[in-house]
């Protein structure tokens, strides 16, 4: 018997589905030989720590084994320490990670109970409830902790190792160019401050055109040297310029004030920023940083950090899991979307064709339109700061539930907003007005035969809700099974916990001007579908290269010049923008599944209402779920 398309498709989704799961699960429990446990601490006060535990099978009282303990930087999730903690649980560590206090999957602080509470800083945002917890568990070796931290993460790890310095046997820093809070000059526990040649957020703050000059900081070279002593009035005895100059790669070995030997070391390799925790060279870089300190776990034929490159790593075989993770939820709301068409609930939702009242194909006007939407968005990308405090002079900065670059990003959707509808009415009234343009062609219709039609709308938004529905189901049951999120490079997404719900609601407004002006936009082109799954498809493909194309290539030349020459865009050099260069990628993923939503269903029904809808939740799912909450409510 013949199987229609969707049954084939839905076999084809589940299939995809399946084998992401067989290359997360077992990738992350090196094919069953680690444990994963997701967990939930309670701070003194009340509020949740959400934490992931890996555990080495072979660890057991009688096998003690090394503990990590990983924090990511700010606003990423704890799954994005993954690699690290996949290369140390298979080698014999037990590993934590953690969203901190008020991200992902954790509360927002609501106390004093982990010390300072700023988002900067060295306050602890959970690692008092944490260290608590693991010191019940009797499969660690105690005399082996490793606390590690990307970014903001290292702060929050420094700060606490500096207060447990009789308890920590390793402090590693990875992308950041503070060394502990300052009153502090005790560091009784070995350092490794790893800083990639390319970190941008570091070349932002360079003396100079490299990163170079952050290792010969005098801070950073009294911690290296142990070169504390004072003299009767509070200066040092030897001066910041007597200092010798710090080198790379060197194991400098000094006396702690404890009277015990520890080590320092400086690496610098080959990653930016944004990308330590997926780019081979500082995965490995770590690796060897820990192991060959630790002395378990480093890879055989490797001697020296001149071997580094030896290293066996297989944490982006679970990136690949991630990447079939989000093609099969894809996958399952498109076969959803084509389904729910071909019910008797939601068939009436398909309206007659629309007329094509678009400029003519290839006409000057035709390429300066399509020109316009491929050049506005990275030419308006970076108008604004972190956070951003203002809008067009308002000041705004009340309005924000979320932190991080969640602000910025949407201010810029505004922008590009108030300059598509702008683009869209000079067309209206230039050309679409005298060649049929009206509120029907241009998709805004809710019925064949009425005016307006409240149901539709209701209905349109149902049909939004189980389409997006079903991949958030499709996600939750991944989650279930990996007991993990999903991040692809930057991009992040998770399901959404119930305290954020109004937060939900909130960025569901905010989020409706983009993709409802974007899709006036591209009605200048005249990209209208024939009511077929193979047009609406086709389609897709065009408009989501028009959409992306210019993010693209910025985000292209961004990479090239960071990575190749060391040099950051003067565009993304100030109000601390370089974290958006990289950021283009999860904006990139977020709006182009977005977009593809909206011009799928959009063509497949003629009508704006249900692919604004599903565009609209989609983006207000991967928005909210992750990012670092400043409160929960106004």
């Given at each position: 018997m013949k199987k229609s398309p969707l049954i084939i498709a839905l076999i084809a989704v589940v299939a995809v589905f399946a084998l992401s799961l067989v290359i997360i699960i077992g990738t992350s429990t090196s094919w069953g030989k680690v444990e994963i446990t997701d967990l939930n601490f309670v701070t003194g006060d009340g509020d949740k720590i959400h934490v992931l535990l890996y555990k080495p099978k072979a660890a057991n009282p009688e096998n003690k084994v090394p503990l990590a303990i990983i924090a990511h930087g700010g606003s990423d999730m704890l799954e994005q320490a993954s690699g690290y903690a996949i290369e140390l649980s298979r080698r014999g560590y037990a590993v934590v990670t953690y969203d901190y206090q008020g991200q992902a999957g954790s509360d927002v602080a609501t106390g004093k109970s982990e010390g300072n509470m700023g988002r900067s800083g060295y306050g602890k945002r959970g690692l008092n409830t944490i260290w608590n917890t693991v010191l019940e568990f009797n499969f660690v070796d105690f005399n082996h902790v490793i606390t590690m931290g990307h970014s903001g993460g290292g702060m929050h790890t420094v700060g606490f190792a500096t207060d447990h310095q009789d308890e920590i046997f390793m402090q590693v820093n990875i992308g950041m160019n503070m060394y502990g809070p300052a009153k502090i000059e005790d560091h009784n526990f070995n350092f490794v401050n790893i800083l990639g040649d390319s970190d941008e957020?570091?070349?932002?703050?360079?003396?100079?055109?490299?990163?170079?000059?952050?290792?010969?900081?005098?801070?950073?070279?009294?911690?290296?040297?142990?070169?504390?002593?004072?003299?009767?009035?509070?200066?040092?005895?030897?001066?910041?310029?007597?200092?010798?100059?710090?080198?790379?790669?060197?194991?400098?070995?000094?006396v702690g004030s404890d009277g015990n030997k520890w080590t320092r070391t400086a690496y610098m390799p080959d990653s930016c920023h944004a990308y330590y925790l997926v780019d081979n060279d500082a995965v490995k870089t770590v690796i060897y940083g820990i192991t060959s300190q630790v002395g378990i776990g480093l890879d055989a034929g490797v001697s020296s950090?001149?071997?580094?490159?030896?290293?066996?790593?297989?944490?982006?075989?679970?990136?690949?899991?991630?990447?079939?993770?989000?093609?099969?939820?894809?996958?399952?709301?498109?076969?959803?979307?084509?389904?729910l068409t071909k019910t008797k609930f939601f068939a009436t939702m398909e309206l007659k064709p629309l007329d094509n009242v678009g400029f003519p194909k290839k006409s000057w006007m035709w390429w300066l339109a399509l020109a316009l939407i491929v050049i506005l968005p990275p030419a308006l990308y970076t108008t604004g700061k972190l956070p951003q405090d203002t809008f067009l002079g308002i000041k705004i900065s009340g309005l924000w539930l979320l932190d991080g670059n969640c602000s910025a990003w949407l201010c810029w959707q505004w922008l590009l907003s108030i300059v598509f509808l702008a683009l869209f009415l000079v067309y209206h009234f230039t050309y679409g007005k005298k060649h049929n343009g009206n509120l029907r062609n241009y998709g805004f219709a809710t019925s064949d035969t009425k005016k307006f039609d409240y149901t539709y709308i209701l209905k349109a938004l149902l049909y939004g809700v189980i389409v997006v529905g079903s991949g958030y189901c499709l996600m939750a049951i991944a989650t279930h099974y990996t007991q993990q999120g999903l991040h692809i490079a930057t991009f992040m997404l998770r399901t959404v916990d119930a305290n954020r719900t109004m937060i939900f609601l909130v960025y569901f407004l905010m989020c409706v001007p983009y993709f409802l002006t974007s899709s006036l936009a591209a009605k200048t082109l005249g990209i209208n579908g024939d009511g077929t799954t193979k047009t609406a498809f086709k389609n897709v493909g065009i408009m989501t290269a028009i959409a992306l194309s210019g993010l693209f290539v910025l985000w292209l030349v961004f990479v090239?010049?960071?990575?190749?020459?060391?040099?950051?865009?003067?565009?993304?050099?100030?109000?601390?923008?370089?974290?958006?260069?990289?950021?283009?990628?999860?904006?990139?993923?977020?709006?182009?599944?977005?977009?593809?939503?909206?011009?799928?269903?959009?063509?497949?029904?003629?009508?704006?209402?249900?692919?604004?809808?599903?565009?609209?939740?989609?983006?207000?799912?991967?928005?909210?779920?992750?990012?670092?909450?400043?409160?929960?409510?106004?």
């Open positions: 957020s570091a070349l932002a703050r360079a003396v100079g055109d490299t990163n170079w000059s952050h290792f010969q900081v005098e801070q950073l070279k009294r911690i290296f040297f142990n070169e504390y002593d004072k003299n009767s009035d509070g200066s040092y005895k030897i001066s910041a310029a007597n200092l010798p100059e710090l080198i790379l790669n060197k194991v400098y070995t000094v950090y001149d071997d580094y490159k030896k290293i066996s790593v297989v944490y982006r075989w679970h990136d690949l899991g991630y990447a079939l993770e989000l093609i099969s939820m894809i996958g399952l709301m498109c076969i959803i979307a084509i389904a090239i010049c960071l990575n190749n020459f060391n040099f950051i865009l003067p565009m993304f050099k100030v109000n601390r923008l370089y974290i958006l260069g990289v950021g283009l990628v999860p904006i990139m993923i977020g709006i182009g599944v977005g977009n593809a939503i909206n011009i799928f269903i959009s063509q497949k029904t003629n009508s704006i209402w249900p692919g604004l809808f599903s565009a609209v939740l989609w983006g207000t799912w991967t928005i909210t779920a992750t990012t670092a909450v400043l409160k929960y409510i106004y």
